[in-house]
Every structure is written in C-alpha cells, then in structure tokens.
C-alpha cells in the first residue's frame, strides 16, 4: 500500500523519483504500464542516481530499459576502471589495509601494525622517501578509509568492476551472436532458394534429354522404314522388269 501512494506521489509530480523509492515505483509502473514514469525513473538512472553501475544495469536488464543500458554501455571505460589493488595496499607489509590506514609527515601511508613496527625501529627515516619523519605523529587517513569502505560494500553488494565489464562484453557478444544468427539464417534462406532453381533446373534438364532420346528413336525407325520400303519398291521394279524381258523375249520382236 505505501508503494501505491509513494508511486501516486510521484505519478502526479507530489514526489521525486529517488533512489529509496525507485524500486517499487519501477515495479508498479511496469506492472501496469505507465510508460511515462518508467521514462521518467530512467533519466533519473541517467542522471542523478547514486546507485552503482552493477545495480544500475541490473535495473536497465530487468525492466528493460533501453535508453540506459545504451547510455551505460556508452560510458567510457575510464569510468568503470577497475582501480588498482596496490594503491589499496600497506607499502611495507602489502597487505590490504586493515582497520584505518595511518599518514606519516611526508605524506606516506602504513598500516597500523606496520607503523606500531616502524615506531619500535631506531631509525627515523621514511621507508619510502627515506625523510627524517616523527612516526609518534601519524595521523588516520580517514579519506583512503572512505574508499576501502567503499569498496568493501560493493564488493558485499554488488558486482565489482570487473564484473560490470564482464556483463558488458557478454551483453556485446550476445548482441553480436543475435545478429550472426540472423545472418545464418538469411544465408541458409538463401541457400535453400537456390537449390529449388537447381533442382528446377535439373528437373528441366532431364526432360528435355528425355525428349531428345524420344526424338533420335523415331527418327532412326523413320529412316528404317524409308530403307525398307525403298528395298521393297526396287524388288518389285527389279521383278517387273524381268517380267517384261522375258515377254519380250518370248514374242521375240514384239516391236515389228
Ligand atoms: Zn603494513
Ligand atoms: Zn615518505
């Protein structure tokens, strides 16, 4: 119920999107399709929220927010940077710092329990810079603390930079096997159109050899039946003239 008049409030402007309310106000206008407000919580993604990159990509995923995940997609890598480990490491025992990292006069850092070593040692020197320092004077480096927090609660709650980069690749290669996909299957369209005209083609093909084969035949029996009937004409001429030759003969000149 307080969702409802929390979304109420800010459907008619009475409220800010804010990154307390904009969980259920997310939920609500999805559920029922105020397109509007999911506009309107998006730019708020965009622009003024706090939360971090991992949970802003979690809600552009989840509710389908194009316009952010682009913007987030965008975002130059430098902004995302994995900041690098030894910069949150103790110079002398390079372990993470533990508890609140201690400021020597020179500007250095330590540990506590490497400094509480340091104090014991008789030498006065930075093990850095080698300045002659006064470790009795440390002072807690609240500013480098703040990070380590930082850090630490991203690392409790969220995904680490390493892994937005790592969602951002497998969003990239997802959206380039969707497109590869597409591809193969305009190609294997493409193939399969062309084996009907082949196989068009092909059917053509044999026909017409057939028809051609049809043909030779009837033409070889055409001129079988010429030769014969040819053969018969010259046996009855042949016949006939003997015929006549032996009348001739037997009314000897039948011509006088
Ligand atoms: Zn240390
Ligand atoms: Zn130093």
């Known amino acids: 119920m307080e969702d409802f008049i929390e979304f109420q409030d800010v459907l008619h402007s009475r409220k800010q999107i804010s990154d307390q309310n904009l969980d259920p106000v997310l939920e609500i206008a999805k559920k029922y399709s105020f397109d509007f407000v999911l506009k309107k919580s998006e730019d708020f993604l965009i622009e003024n929220s706090k939360f971090s990159f991992g949970k802003k990509m979690e809600l552009a995923r989840e509710f389908d927010l194009k316009k952010l995940k682009d913007h987030l997609k965008s975002l130059d890598e430098s902004e995302n940077c994995a900041i ?41 020197n930075c093990p850095i810079c080698r300045k002659i320092v006064n470790f009795s004077t440390a002072v807690p480096n609240f500013t480098l603390k703040n990070v380590l927090d930082s850090l630490g609660e991203l690392g409790k709650n969220e995904k680490g930079p390493y892994e937005n980069s790592k969602d951002i690749a497998i969003e990239r290669l997802q959206e380039q ?42 033409t070889a029996r055409k001129y ?33």
């Open 84 to 124: 690098s480990t030894d910069s949150l490491k103790c110079t002398v025992c390079y372990e993470i710092y533990p508890g609140v990292p201690m400021s020597i006069q020179c500007g250095h850092t330590f540990c506590t329990p490497c400094l509480e070593n340091l104090k014991k040692t008789s030498s006065a």
């Open 224 to 256: 079988t039946f010429l030769f014969f009937g040819v053969c018969g004409l010259l046996v009855i001429l042949t016949y006939q003239y003997y015929q006549l030759n032996l009348s001739i003969t037997k009314r000897k000149c039948w011509f006088f």
């Open 177 to 218: 096997n969707a497109q590869l996909e597409k591809e193969k299957e305009k190609a294997e369209d493409d193939l399969r159109f062309a084996e009907t005209y082949i196989n068009e083609y092909w059917s053509q093909i044999l026909s017409l050899r057939e028809q051609n084969s049809r043909l030779k035949h009837s």
